[in-house]
Structure formats: structure tokens, C-alpha cells
């Protein structure tokens, strides 16, 4: 008993983070359409690492948000690219993300399959994607100055540049909006 405890143990030990040294989660397959008019895949989103941010159909929280997220978009630059994935509707995104004002590409996964194997779960919550390990480096449950930190710290971890930035006019609350 005692020593098939020990391979066990041995054998969950061999299934080390050294496979997959971040632990990031695996990138789904997708082709889905945006509102600059554009179709989004996996392989676009790691061309740089990304910023995801996931915005529900029709939440109050969205319009509220939109400035802080054109906010992080232009901290980010043109080093990190940023996109936003809603459920809602293709034929209704591009209005949408003007009536938003977003600076920012917003993708349409009506059936919100893409949202779930990111692990978002509500509106606001924000997503890395990395390019080195084309995989989710991390997803995190909305924002605020201690999570934006965190995305900043985690980028030079998967290849993205190391970058110094004020965070000071964010909300120090977490903002998080409608469930999907």
C-alpha cells in the first residue's frame, strides 16, 4: 500500500509545471468577425500578446467601463494589442462599439462558446494572451489598479515588454459587471 502511495505521489509529481512552465490554459480555435469589419482567429490574437476584455451584451456596467478600457488600450500602445469579445449579435457589434466609443476592435461570440473556454464570466473581465506560448497566460475576474498592476507584471513573463505605467486613475475598487 505504502509503495503504491509513493508512485503516486511520484507520478503526479512527474506531471511538473516543467511541461508548461507558466500554466497557462490552452488558446480555443475560433473565426468570428469584429466590428472594425474584421475576422478574428486564434492565430491574430497571438501575432502580439493581447488584451482581452469581454463585455456582456447590454450591460449598464459597459458603458461605464468603456473609458477606463480606451484608458488601458492606450497605455498598452502599439506594444500589446487589445480587442473586446461580447455575446452579442454580429450584425449588431459595430454599432455597439461605436455607441461605446471603444478604440478598440470588439468581436462577436454570440454563442459565447470562445467567452467560456477563456474562463470569462462576466462583463469586465479581462484576458492575456501570449504570444510566445500562444496560449491564456491569465484571465482575471474584472479590474481594478491591483489586477491592472498584475497584467503588467505578467506580460515580460511570456515575451511581452517590461512597461512602466500609471495606473493611479483606475478604480481601486473591482469593477465587474453582468455574468454571461
Known sequence: MTTLL???ILATASLSPQEDPCLCSPLPSFSLKASDGK????????KKNTVVV???AGCPHNPKAAKDLNHLKSLLG????MVGMTNMAGDKVKAYAEELG??????????????????????????L???EDRKIGK??????????????KELPKHGGPAMKV???????ARQSGCGF
Open 166 to 172: 500609471d495606473l493611479s486613475s483606475f478604480p481601486t
Open 139 to 152: 484571465t482575471w475576474s474584472g479590474y481594478n489598479q491591483t489586477i491592472l498592476t498584475e497584467l503588467f
Open 102 to 127: 471603444l478604440k478598440f476592435p470588439l468581436i462577436s461570440d454570440s454563442k459565447g462558446t470562445v467567452i467560456e473556454k477563456f474562463g470569462a464570466t462576466h462583463s469586465l473581465d479581462l484576458a
Open 54 to 56: 469581454f463585455l456582456a
Open 6 to 8: 509513493a508512485s503516486a
Open 129 to 131: 494572451v501570449c504570444k
Open 78 to 81: 502599439d506594444k500589446v494589442a
Open 39 to 46: 475576422t478574428y482567429t486564434q492565430e491574430s490574437v497571438v
